[in-house]
């Protein structure tokens, strides 16, 4: 139901392919040996979802530029050509075989081989034997369905959630939490070699020679991995049946009712079963993404875990809210803890969630909450993270390798609204924070008056301009820390910690490829990555987050 901040709900299991005639069926054995095409499963299971969407841009200006030409007939030989060169693969769509998973891509799809020709599978384990049905075939790769476990994986588990099937929030509740943790780390370890070329410690592909071994850690998990999420953003529609919200089916904007998701916690399942009550009550009309008429749009709910407060958004298309006052009662009667309710207006054709206008209907316009005794206001549209438990634990993995000992000047590069600012704040000299986003800026200068800390400063802009600024004044940094959107640190920034020369750098990934692919050019400018700590902000989903220690090189 729900969606991280690196983006998830994405499914290639999409229509069943209509059967032309009676399918063909194989029943091939796979080879299972990890060393026959390893290069090909790589290529097919690194940077999948980025890889496929510059793809799919290329082709289509491709496509327009012959079509410029007036390149038809050269388009429909193209057509004929890679449809020829098709009819030469191992499996063709119906197919039916039976092959060994040996591994699982970045989507949590099982990877297996028939004849040496690589099929995801939704739904597979590593270490079982599956009976599928090809669904699609490319040039070097296919996808299939799972049809039957001739062989189960131990760490196979039954989902617990009813609606797993259904819903892409998330991707692997089939696989035991172990399991999860296991394969996070070793997906890590994957990226650090293949993308980043570095010498995993320990591992088998681990190269001898000069270059010093990198240490990734095993996964931090949590010890309850349910019910860890504060907030909520419900997607509201209509049915027969009147108001419905939930989250969208797997590769639509259908809109599938639901009333508890396992991994929210379970006060924002009943804000959200409240609301649409009410809105049922009322005749609150649903917004509708094909006319643009409607007037919900989602329900979004935030709830500070250590204070109980919450916040309720409710994102409309348009500033009219009929029965506003009943509905504002009911809440205030129902769910006591609520301590804000916000309106945020979105007139937009987008399925940006929120638009530019928000007010308060009731409270105030933020809540408070901790992490660790850092406290935090937050707004309806300020980032703050998810998983409370789990960001303590990211937070003080990087604070323990930034090393400090009160007399460090830090730089904190993408600083949003200086959650790891403040961290680092009570242990260092002086912290400088930096973010584009003026608004969190705005809000991380509010939080640093909120906590009454006055060794830390921030300043809006790009980190690649202002680190370069500051270093004109005087401001020189030991430590620069940086916590990177999923497409990882812009190039000049890189360029920019390479010039400024500081200690040591701590990276707080949220995408391993990216992280690799920025760990290799720190390494070429003369820095050694030490230690990784992979973390798990969000189970039963393929994510995981990673603190690293990047050392100067004194050879350098």
């Keep these: 139901m ?20 009676k399918p063909q069926k194989k029943t091939m054995s796979m080879n299972s040996e990890r060393g026959q095409g390893q290069g090909q499963l790589r290529a097919g299971t690194g940077n999948g979802s980025e890889q496929e969407r510059e793809r799919k841009t290329l082709e289509k200006g491709r496509g327009s530029h012959r079509a410029s030409r007036g390149g038809r007939s050269q388009d429909a ?6 449809s020829a060169e098709r009819t030469d693969l191992p499996v063709q769509k119906n197919d039916e075989a039976v092959m060994d998973i040996i591994g699982m891509n970045h989507d949590g799809e099982g990877v297996g081989r028939v004849e040496g020709f690589t099929l995801f ?9 599956v009976r599928i049905k090809v669904l699609k075939t490319k040039k070097q790769y296919g996808y299939a369905k799972l049809l039957d476990i001739v062989q189960a994986s131990p760490d196979r588990i039954a989902a617990p959630c009813a609606i797993y099937d259904q819903c892409g929030g998330c991707q692997i509740q089939h696989m035991s939490y172990e399991a999860q943790l296991g394969w996070k780390r070793q997906h890590v ?37 349910w019910r860890y999420r504060n907030k909520a953003q419900v997607p509201i529609g209509v049915t027969e049946g009147g108001l419905v919200g939930g989250f969208y089916a797997r590769g639509s904007h259908r809109i599938v009712d639901m009333d508890t998701c396992l991994i929210q916690d379970e006060r924002n399942d009943e804000v959200v079963a409240h609301v649409k009550e009410i809105g049922r009550t009322l005749g609150i009309s649903a917004y509708n993404e094909e006319t643009g008429r409607g007037l919900l749009r989602h329900v979004v709910v935030k709830t500070a875990f250590r204070t109980g407060e919450m916040m309720l958004v409710l994102v409309t298309n348009g500033r009219d809210i009929p029965h506003a006052d009943a509905w504002i009662g009911s809440i205030r009667e129902h769910i006591p803890h609520v301590a ?24 105030r316009d933020v809540i408070y909450d901790y992490i660790g005794n850092v406290q935090f206001a937050i707004s309806a549209r300020s980032f703050y993270q998810v998983n409370p438990v789990q960001t303590e634990v990211l937070y003080s993995k990087t604070v323990e390798y930034a090393g400090l000992t009160g007399k460090e000047t830090v730089i904190d590069a993408y600083c949003g609204i200086g959650t790891i600012s403040l961290f680092l704040a009570q242990h260092a000299d002086q912290v ?33 301009d202002v680190i370069p600024a500051w270093k004109e004044q005087g401001i020189t940094a030991d430590v620069i820390v940086v916590d990177p959107p999923r497409k990882g640190c ?37 820095y050694r990555t030490v230690e990784v700590q992979p973390v798990d902000m969000f189970p039963h989903t393929v994510h995981v987050e990673c603190v690293v220690v990047i050392y100067r090189d004194e050879k350098h």
Excluded: H
């Design 2 to 21: 729900t969606s991280n901040r690196s983006g998830r709900g994405k499914s290639r299991r999409n229509e069943a392919a209509p059967n032309q005639g």
């Design 77 to 82: 030989s193209n057509r004929n050509r890679v």
């Design 121 to 129: 599978v939704p739904g597979a384990l590593p270490g079982e034997k």
């Design 189 to 225: 370890v994957d990226v650090l070699e293949r993308i980043g070329k570095l010498n995993v410690e320990g591992n088998e592909g681990s190269i001898a020679g000069e270059q010093a071994a990198v240490k990734v850690l095993p996964a931090l998990g949590m010890s309850e991995p």
């Design 340 to 363: 804000s309710i916000c309106q945020n207006v979105n007139t937009k054709r987008t399925n940006v969630i929120f638009g530019d206008e928000t007010r308060v209907l009731w409270g």
């Design 432 to 464: 400088y924070g930096v973010e584009i986003v003026k608004e969190a800026i705005e809000d991380a200068r509010s939080n640093a008056l909120l906590n009454n800390m006055r060794n830390v400063k921030f300043e809006v802009g790009a980190s690649e």
């Design 490 to 526: 812009d190039p000049r920034l890189l360029e920019t910690i390479l010039e400024m020369k500081p200690e040591r750098v701590v990276y707080v990934s949220c995408n391993p490829s990216t992280l690799a692919r920025d760990l290799r050019i720190l390494e070429d400018g003369g």
